[in-house]
C-alpha cells in the first residue's frame, strides 16, 4: 500500500488558519455599522419622531383654528342679523316720529286758528310737545265760577280745535282739570269738571270713550292760571325706547 501519511500533512497544510486581520476587518465594519446607526439612522428616527409631534400640534391648533372661525362666522352672522333688524327698527321708528309729528304740526296750526281770540286774550295756550298737543283754558274761559258748568261758547270751540285728533283713532284724549286746594271742595269740583268736560267731547265732539280719560289734580293756590288741560297724544309711543330694541 501507498504510504498515505505524506499527503495527510499537505491537506493539512493547506488548510489555512484564520488570521487576525480577518477578526480587525469585522470588527471595523461592525464599529462603522454602529457609527451610521449613530450619526444617522437615531437621529434620523429622532427628527421623524419630532416631526411627527409637530405635525399633531399643527393639526390640533388647525382644528382649534376651524373651530375659532367657525365661531368667529356665527358670532358674525348674528351680529349682523342684529345689525339688520336694528336698521330696520331705527327706520321705522323714524318714520312713525316724522309721521307723529306731521300729525301734531298739523293739528297745532287748527288750534292757533280756531282758538286764535282766546290764545290773543290770554284765556287759552296751545303748546306742541315731541309726543303730544297741549291745549290749556284759563277758568275763566272754561267753567263759570267755583261750579262745574262748562262756559257755552266753549264747547263748539273745543271740537273744532281738536277734530283731527280727537277724531283719529289712533290718538287718545286726555281731560284734565286743575282746582286750587283752598277752593270750597276742591277734589269733588275738580272730578265733576273733569267728568263734565270729557262728558262734552264724548257727546259733542264725538270722542270715542275708549279714546277718552279724565283726571282731577289740585294745584297751590294761584300757582297755575289753567284750570282745564286737554292732552291730545298718540295711543302707542312712537319714539324709540332702548328697551324695544331688538336682541334687549
Known amino acids: 500500500m501507498r504510504d498515505l501519511s505524506g499527503f495527510e500533512m499537505d491537506e493539512a497544510a493547506l488548510v489555512k488558519k484564520p488570521k487576525p486581520i480577518g477578526w480587525f476587518a469585522a470588527g471595523l465594519i461592525g464599529i462603522g455599522a454602529l457609527g451610521f446607526v449613530a450619526a444617522y439612522y437615531l437621529p434620523l428616527q429622532e427628527a421623524h419622531s419630532t416631526l411627527l409631534e409637530k405635525h399633531e400640534e399643527l393639526a390640533k391648533k388647525s382644528s382649534e383654528l376651524d373651530q375659532t372661525l367657525k365661531s368667529k362666522t356665527q358670532t358674525l352672522s348674528?351680529?349682523?342679523?342684529?345689525?339688520?333688524?336694528?336698521?330696520?327698527?331705527?327706520?321705522?321708528?323714524?318714520?312713525?316720529?316724522?309721521?307723529?309729528?306731521?300729525?301734531l304740526e298739523m293739528a297745532q296750526a287748527t288750534a292757533d286758528r280756531q282758538l286764535a281770540a282766546y290764545t290773543k286774550g290770554k284765556l287759552a295756550r296751545i303748546e306742541l310737545k315731541p309726543d303730544a298737543?297741549?291745549?290749556a283754558f284759563t277758568e275763566r274761559a272754561s267753567f263759570s265760577p267755583h261750579s262745574d258748568r262748562l262756559v257755552p261758547q266753549l264747547g263748539g270751540q273745543i271740537c273744532k280745535a281738536t277734530s283731527s285728533l280727537s277724531q283719529n283713532t289712533q290718538f287718545r284724549?286726555?281731560?284734565e282739570a286743575a282746582v286750587p286746594e283752598d277752593e270750597k271742595d276742591a277734589w269733588k269740583l275738580a272730578s265733576q269738571r273733569a267728568a263734565a268736560a270729557a262728558g262734552l267731547l264724548a257727546d259733542r265732539c264725538q270722542v270715542k270713550l275708549d279714546n277718552l280719560s279724565a283726571q282731577a289734580r289740585l294745584v297751590k293756590a294761584g300757582a297755575s292760571a289753567d284750570a282745564l288741560i286737554l292732552h291730545l297724544e298718540p295711543n302707542a309711543p312712537a319714539f324709540l325706547r332702548a328697551s324695544q330694541a331688538p336682541g334687549n
Open 78 to 103: 348674528g351680529t349682523e342679523q342684529r345689525r339688520d333688524a336694528l336698521e330696520v327698527f331705527i327706520k321705522s321708528g323714524q318714520e312713525a316720529e316724522a309721521k307723529l309729528k306731521s300729525q
Open 133 to 135: 298737543l297741549l291745549i
Open 173 to 175: 284724549v286726555t281731560v
